[in-house]
């Protein structure tokens, strides 16, 4: 039997809009711009980009667009052969970073800091109860080796991180891999610099490197 519908790997991505506390969110106008940019930029045959979407907010209030978004992608799957060739890349803002970081892993912890007469005091919760402690880890099943070496070899600075936070970042990414462990889809965690650490082009030049590296990973 031939083959029907696409036959490289699809990736879909999200960022964050601008929040409290952070002049710029490069993540925002990465999804915005990444169709047109490239359009322009992108040599990979393999590589099918699907949604870009800009996440409003990452609290429990949330979690059932997030879920919608991700199951989106599963339902206009057109056949079983793209099992395991649908890839969630989310990209989130580290203000103090100067280097790219791929995420590793994320932890069933969301720390959201709760106001009481002391000040403001962090409220240690699981994201998922059912899943176990805070201490419960989800790992990509993405080669992160493979990948930033790849990156490195094309001029990025990149470092693998073991840490997406306890906030927005770290929430995204737990619902993702756990969503992706119950579809065989993939999902990974990105962190990137300002855009006065590291300027636009070069972003978006990383973004392109990146999803042409995982559409030559995983075809």
Known sequence: MGSEGPTGVTIHITG??????????????????????????????????????????????????????????????????LTG?????????NSGATKFAIEQQAVNEATFRCPDELGWKPQNLPIVPSDGPISTVRKTNLPVD???????KKGFEVIKSDDAGRFVCNYVYYHSLRFAEQNKTKSLFVHVPLFVAVDEETQMRFTVSLLEVLASICK
């Open 16 to 81: 964050f809009k601008k929040f409290h506390g952070v002049a710029e969110n490069p993540t925002e106008k990465m999804a915005n711009n990444l169709k047109e940019y490239l359009a322009k930029n992108c040599v990979s045959k393999d590589l099918i980009l699907g949604s870009c979407t800009v996440l409003e907010t990452a609290g429990q209030g949330a979690l059932a667009s997030l879920y919608q978004l991700l199951q989106s992608a599963v339902n206009t799957k057109e056949s079983e052969s």
């Open 85 to 93: 060739k649908t890839i969630w890349v989310h990209f989130g803002v």
């Open 146 to 152: 493979e990948i930033t070496k790849a990156l490195e």
